[in-house]
């Protein structure tokens, strides 16, 4: 071999590496074990509509991915423009009045309420009551989450 077949495989061979390495310096997130997550533990985050408090956000050993946050709206806030994304999505109420999209209708949950929203549906909520608004909001990925067609 001449010295230039020798500095071209040798320059091949380090740009082949560079995604290998990039590979192998990604740290994947653990997976979640069971847990106890105290409310009065967890950071609150003001937001231009009220505040946010993030649970989690990880793989557990059946998820790809499991996300928990609670939002909580003030007066008349909504929390995003309608959108929609591959993961399905539960909302529980846990105080006040909110008025969700839901298959292309308004309606209204209070307290207690449960609404799931199916993968790619356009959705959001807003506070339609006298006081703030507070729900958590549930979010999974599966294998099949990324096969959804929107």
Known sequence: MTRREIYLVAITALIMC????????????????????????????????GEKRQFF???TK???NLECHVSTLNVGEIAHPPHQ???????????????VLVNGELKRAGAGSVIFQAANTLHNIKNVGAGTATYY???WRTD???????
């Open 18 to 49: 560079i995604p290998m390495a990039m590979i192998a310096g990604y740290k994947q997130q653990a997976e979640m074990p069971s847990a106890v997550f105290d409310w009065n533990d967890i950071k609150v985050t003001k937001t231009k509509t």
């Open 137 to 139: 909001a549930l979010k």
């Open 85 to 99: 994304h591959p993961e399905e999505e539960l909302t529980i109420v846990k105080e006040g009045t909110v008025e």
């Open 62 to 64: 059946t998820l790809n």
């Open 57 to 59: 956000d990880s793989p």
């Open 144 to 150: 099949k989450t990324e096969k959804v067609v929107k």
